[in-house]
């Protein structure tokens, strides 16, 4: 009896993952990137072996991270995620609550209010939603554990490591989405040490805890990326004929001149001289599509998120926004 128990004993530590047989510091990859850290930051060698000693691998970020299975998008479905009376109200009292904060950023950015209060209400349902898991968990998991996108969460990973040293914090600490985005706007590490802001003057910036330093950061991120105070976001449009189909390619660039989107069967109004812009085709299985024309700005959002539905919804929401509170 003991001998068998003995070979199952023997047969189940060889079956067991290797990544299990040891803590991420013993991992041969890992420790390259210890080393790393040190020669370009200055990280204590120990002080990182130990933190990744303690480090658990999240299984189930691996899980929430895979690609869902194929199936045709649904514009309908995807804004009526967002732009919904409960997520409209809720914004409005969020606006309400920090009208000084909203007020200050638009003034000082130029960004207006409502887009501010519409990605905060995309991200995060205006913080109520801002994920459960440690980030360095989930940033370390992805990092040496999801091939696909590697390098992008190393880099991000390195960028926590510094943020959390910077700020004097313990990086067991904070926690984010599955995927290390971090408090109300679901900042990246990368961008909340470049675009994150202390807009409540405290001295610290806290994007979990103060929606202040979150509609800051949010204003400058659009500030930054390029964001033309007064300029528009998306108009109507509509489309006749087949000529339209090659500029409706998917892409989020403006690189259409206004008389090449009318030549090919576009019709709007509203768009300046001068300025270029993309036609977006926001589709809907076994119904009509929708038809936009982006502007800069919608470019700027996408850049937040590189998807034309995130942009449109986000548009969607403040321009719902905006007409609630004046309405209310």
């Given amino acids: 009896m003991r001998s068998t128990r003995t070979l199952l004993v023997v047969l189940a530590l060889l079956a067991w993952p290797a990544w299990a047989k040891g803590s991420y510091a013993e991992r041969e990859e890992v420790q390259e990137f210890i080393r790393s850290l040190a020669m370009k930051h200055g990280f204590a060698e120990q002080d990182l072996r130990y933190l990744f000693s303690r480090v658990r691998r999240a299984e189930p970020v691996l899980e929430a991270i895979k690609p869902p299975p194929p199936k045709a998008r649904s514009w309908e479905e995807y804004r009526g995620n967002f732009v919904n009376e409960k997520r409209v109200a809720a914004g409005v009292e969020f606006w309400r609550k920090h009208r000084r904060a909203l007020e200050r950023a638009q003034t000082s950015y130029g960004v207006p209010a409502q887009y501010i209060v519409a990605i905060l209400g995309v991200e995060t349902f205006y913080g109520r939603n801002t994920g459960r898991w440690r980030v360095v968990d989930a940033l370390t998991t992805l990092a040496f554990d999801y091939g696909p996108r590697a390098q992008y969460f190393k880099g991000e990973l390195e960028q926590y490591l510094l943020l959390a040293r910077e700020q004097g914090k313990d990086a067991f600490a904070m926690r984010g989405s599955y995927a290390g985005a971090i408090g109300i706007p679901q900042f990246m590490p990368s961008s909340t040490r470049r675009y994150a802001v202390d807009f409540d003057g405290n001295g610290a910036i806290d994007l979990r805890r103060s929606p202040a330093d979150a509609i800051g950061s949010v204003a400058n ?52 001289e001068g300025v270029r812009a993309v036609l977006v085709e926001l589709e809907t299985p076994d119904k009509p599509s929708d038809y936009r024309i982006g502007l800069h700005n919608f470019w700027v959002l996408t850049r937040y998120n590189r998807s034309a539905f995130y942009a449109s919804a986000v548009h969607d929401l403040a321009q719902a926004l905006k007409q609630n509170k004046t309405t209310n």
């Avoid at 964001?227 to 489309?239: T, Y």
Wanted: net charge negative.
């Fill in 221 to 272: 991120f659009l500030k930054e990326h390029g964001w033309q105070p007064g300029g528009e976001v998306l108009l109507g449009a509509k489309v006749d004929g087949e000529g339209w189909r090659p500029l409706a390619d998917g892409s989020v660039d403006p690189k259409h001149a206004q008389a090449d989107l009318r030549a090919a069967g576009v019709e709007f109004e509203g768009m300046p």
